[in-house]
């Protein structure tokens, strides 16, 4: 049995905001292949795909941290400084 998906690839944290990810008949793949500024923006990441029970794969490269410990301080510095 031959498996189609659409894959969805994000460059930016940003690219995951205000798309509709559904892929109701076919299916979809997350695929991650860069680091994240936060834990909560990788989780809601994940979350893009697979929900209303829609099949899907999410797939991390290997060899990377999800959570970027340089753009997690980064990004805490700027709320401090608001």
Do not use: W
Request: charged share 25%; net charge positive.
């Amino acid at each position: 049995m031959e498996s189609h998906f659409k894959v969805l690839v994000g460059t930016q944290e940003v690219s995951f905001r205000g798309v509709d990810y559904r892929a109701p008949t076919v299916g979809i793949m997350l695929l991650l292949a860069n680091t994240f500024s936060n834990t909560r923006a990788y989780v809601q990441a994940l979350d893009r795909v697979g929900r209303y029970g829609d099949i899907c794969k999410r797939v991390e490269l290997g060899g990377l941290t999800m959570v970027d410990n340089e753009k997690k301080m980064a990004n805490l510095a700027e709320l401090l400084a608001f």
